[in-house]
């Protein structure tokens, strides 16, 4: 779950990561409540999950209300990269003397969490990744370990960031790590983090995605939910409670278990096809379940043909093939699908589906069989 850079503000205001004072609105009148609460000068920023809203515009610094009510007014409503922007963060303005970028990620080849430390920061980190590589200081931390005061020091000092910076560097980033470790996020990012004429260090951006499986541990993470920005089949496959990731192709994939989905994927890919999406039904296949990921499927336009492929295990073949028959009952389905059911009881499963077979409803023996008859039917 992406947050807006206020929403990741207050997660990083709760681990004691200094922000300046402000508000989200989208209210005009609002925004210069909030700016005479924070003191001028403040800036207005567009709260839209994109980078670089500077650039194009969308922050602004203001003097007096007037100028909050110009801007605020101005970015309301913007578009931003095909965002468009419905929030504004109106904060205190800070005094910037130096730019820095920090951040925590999960590097998943080395096991590892990922902290990279620059003191090139505001812009971009994969242009400094570029342009100069040598800029970004890297560590690696084993999750048992942590990251302990002297650690985030040394990385301080590598990074070569400003001496005065050093003490609240070392503050903010083990803060940091907290973050991004006790709260379940992705990622955890300020860019820029600052260091003001004064010699303090804040926070002037945030970028956070916080892990949604981890909601059960952290109720509160539901409220993020909502303002997802979501791919329209996903959030229709979201509230009928299906793991479904949308791609760019056109043959529709329903597998049970996330291992074989990713697997049928993969095999559409290998028989030259191009799959419209990844959905894992779970362990049950029974005729709602199913009934559900077909309107799902079949509700993007972008699908020609449909890929079923079960392993029966503990749901047994006859309950998957009455599934489909049931959902094919409730739905219209435009397109042709392929079925390959394969496991416990799959011989009866399939004389059940066998008086139903025609063009639009298709078997086949095996996965790469399946696979090649969508594919097929795809191109046509
Ligand atoms: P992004 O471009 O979308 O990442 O938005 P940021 O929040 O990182 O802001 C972009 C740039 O705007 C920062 O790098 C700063 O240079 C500038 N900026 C943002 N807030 C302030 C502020 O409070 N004071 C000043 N002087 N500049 C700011
Ligand atoms: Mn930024």
């Known amino acids: 779950m992406d947050l807006y850079e206020y929403q990741g503000k207050q997660f990083f205001a709760q681990y004691g990561i200094p922000v300046s004072a402000g508000g989200a609105t989208a209210d005009v009148d609002e925004a210069v409540t909030i700016a005479e609460k924070a003191g001028y000068p403040v800036v207005v920023k567009a709260q839209v999950q994109v980078g670089g809203r500077g650039k194009a515009g969308g922050i602004k610094l203001a003097e007096n209300a007037d100028e909050v009510r110009l801007h605020a007014g101005n970015i309301l409503g913007m578009d931003i990269k095909g965002h468009r922007v419905d929030i504004i963060w109106v904060e205190h303005a800070s005094d910037i003397a130096e730019e820095y970028y ?33 800029a970004i200081a890297k560590i690696w931390i084993d999750p048992v370990d942590g990251l302990d005061e002297a650690t985030a020091r040394a990385w301080v000092k590598a990074a070569n960031l400003n001496p005065a910076a050093e003490d609240g560097a070392v503050d903010i980033l083990t803060k940091l790590y907290t973050a ?8 955890a990012e300020i860019n820029p983090l600052i260091l003001t004429p004064d010699g303090r260090v804040h926070a002037l951006d945030a970028k956070v995605t916080l892990d949604g499986n981890s909601v059960f541990r952290h109720p509160e993470y539901e409220q993020y939910e909502a303002s997802q920005v979501r791919d ?19 043959v529709g994939v329903i597998a049970n278990g996330a291992g074989l989905a990713m697997s049928t994927v993969d095999v559409v890919n290998q028989v030259g096809g191009k799959p419209a999406n990844f959905l894992d039904i779970g362990g049950g296949a029974n005729a709602a379940v199913m009934a559900g990921a077909l309107e799902v499927i079949n509700n993007d336009p972008a699908v020609r043909s449909i890929f079923i492929n079960i392993f029966g295990g503990i749901t047994r073949g006859e309950e998957v093939a009455n599934g489909i028959l049931g959902a094919l009952e409730r739905v219209t389905i435009d397109s042709p699908i392929v079925i390959r059911l394969d496991g416990t009881n799959a011989d009866e499963g399939r004389a059940i589906l066998k008086p139903h077979l025609s063009d639009k409803l298709q078997m086949a023996p095996t996965m790469l069989e399946a696979a090649r008859v969508a594919v097929e039917l795809a191109k046509r």
């Open 102 to 134: 920090a951040s925590f990620t999960l590097d998943r080849s080395a096991k590892k969490h990922l902290g990279m430390l620059s003191a090139q920061g505001g812009v971009e980190i994969e242009t400094v990744a570029e342009t100069d590589p040598d």
């Open 180 to 187: 991004y470790t006790e709260g379940d996020a992705d990622l």
């Open 232 to 250: 329209e089949r996903e959030t229709a496959a979201h509230e009928k409670g299906l793991q479904y990731v949308g791609l760019e192709g056109s």
